[in-house]
Nanobody
Framework: VQLQASGGGLVQAGGSLRLRCVAS???????????MGWYRQAPGKERELVVG???????NYADSMKGRVTASRDNSKKTVYLQMNSLKPEDTAVYYC????????????WGQGTQVTVSS
């Protein structure tokens, strides 16, 4: 399985981006059985969870981006989305997706992620 994130780029503060992540090669039933998360890693910092999306599509947002992002999933396409608005320079990071379990394990190897750079 390859986790293929896309949609990143350079944007000015206050701008918006829509990220997409496809679990290419995943068996649909396996994708459907996983909670999915969007994560980000800024230079010199640890990877952190931005939002968790349950199997049923309910999203639980971390405080860092709550109110500025909306996450969703399309199980038929094995894809998750992250709509990001009102972006800030501190949102600059590489953004990744992965499946996760309630005991903290990840479903697949990490992909390359997609770079988001927010200029002030």
């Amino acid at each position: 399985v390859q986790l293929q994130a896309s949609g990143g780029g350079l944007v000015q503060a206050g701008g918006s981006l829509r990220l997409r992540c496809v679990a290419s090669g995943a068996i649909t039933s396996v994708f459907n059985a996983n909670h999915m998360g969007w994560y980000r890693q800024a230079p010199g910092k640890e990877r952190e969870l931005v939002v968790g999306i349950s199997r049923g599509g309910d999203a639980n947002y971390a405080d860092s981006m709550k109110g500025r992002v909306t996450a969703s999933r399309d199980n038929s396409k094995k894809t998750v989305y992250l709509q990001m608005n009102s972006l800030k320079p501190e949102d600059t990071a590489v953004y990744y997706c992965n499946g996760y379990s309630t005991i903290g394990t990840f479903a697949w190897d990490w992909g390359q992620g997609t770079q988001v750079t927010v200029s002030s």
